[in-house]
């Protein structure tokens, strides 16, 4: 079973930018950021594998860079440029592919706000 922390939820202005990070306690393949505004269904931000390939939602590309330190299981989402649709609560996720399946992992989720 692998937990997940998240951090650096907040509010912030249009156009500001905040930085999330996403802990997990064990070794992870894929892990990503998923996002649900309310009365929407979550939705994919971005995800990043072992080896750096990336994956971006179209609404967020060339404003959100996703990484991840392989050495400490921990993700990171950078957004810039931040606008109000953006608001939602941001959850990390992670996948291990083990011999007996894959498995995903959420976190509980962090609230970011962007005022206009």
């Known amino acids: 079973q692998v937990q997940l922390v998240e951090s650096g939820g907040g509010l912030v202005q249009a156009g500001g930018s905040l930085r999330l990070s996403c802990a997990a306690s064990?070794?992870?393949?894929?892990m990503g950021w998923y996002c649900q505004a309310a009365g929407k269904q979550r939705e994919l931000v971005a995800t990043?594998?072992?080896?750096?390939?990336?994956n971006y939602a179209d609404s967020v590309k060339s404003r959100f860079t996703i990484s991840r330190d392989n050495a400490k299981n921990t993700v990171y989402l950078q957004m810039n440029s931040l606008k109000p649709e953006d608001t939602a609560v941001y959850y990390c996720?992670?996948?291990?592919?083990?011999?007996?399946?894959?498995?995903?992992?959420w976190g509980q989720g962090t609230q970011v706000t962007v005022s206009s």
């Open positions: 064990g070794r992870t393949n894929v």
């Open positions: 990043i594998n072992t080896g750096g390939g990336t």
């Open positions: 996720n992670a996948q291990s592919f083990l011999a007996s399946g894959r498995y995903d992992y």
